[in-house]
């Protein structure tokens, strides 16, 4: 029964979908951070990264 469970990939699959939608995601924050609208989604990442980093929720 252990073979079984050893043999099984389908949950590989899943985390495989899962990093590469997060790196996707990470590269879109980044380009619209480069954007012209940067002022107001920059500030939008400082208030978030804030909000994570420290107790203070601006």
């Known amino acids: 029964?252990?073979?079984?469970?050893l043999?099984?990939?389908d949950g590989a699959q899943v985390v495989e979908y899962a990093l590469i939608?997060?790196?996707?995601s990470i590269a879109l924050v980044l380009a619209?951070?480069?954007i012209t609208i940067?002022?107001?989604?920059?500030s939008f990442i400082e208030r978030a990264s804030?909000?994570?980093t420290t107790?203070?929720?601006v």
């Open 32 to 34: 619209l951070d480069a």
């Open 38 to 42: 940067a002022n107001n989604f920059g």
């Open 21 to 24: 939608i997060a790196v996707i």
């Open 7 to 9: 043999q099984k990939e």
């Open 50 to 52: 804030a909000c994570l």
């Open 55 to 57: 107790a203070v929720c």
């Open 1 to 5: 029964m252990s073979f079984r469970f």
